[in-house]
């Protein structure tokens, strides 16, 4: 089943999100449960939040992805949502 983790970083995070990128991509290859994934870009195109496919069983099993990402152990996001996606083209 696939679920979209959509992320909005803290104002002012970048560097948290720098610091702690290389263990998000550790984790991603890691888990191997990542179909696709790329960061938001604000206006200055500067990172500003996740889009993450996640082909996991559950919602459970997406939520334990999600508390588990480096990103969000080091306080990245003020806001998380994840949500149940049906791929339909490509």
């Not at 152990?73 to 806001?79: H, M, N, Q």
Request: some cysteine; aromatic content about 8%.
């Amino acid at each position: 089943m696939r679920f979209t983790l959509i992320t909005t970083d803290k104002p002012g995070a970048l560097q948290t999100r720098k610091d702690n990128r290389d263990a998000h991509l550790a984790y991603i290859a890691e888990t191997g449960v990542v179909e696709m994934a790329g960061p938001f870009l604000d206006d200055n195109d500067q990172m500003c939040g996740s889009m993450i496919v996640l082909e996991v069983a559950d919602m459970a099993a997406a939520q334990a992805w999600a508390d588990n990402d480096p990103y969000a152990k080091a306080g990245l996001f003020s806001d998380v949502r994840i949500q149940a996606w049906k791929k339909v083209v490509g």
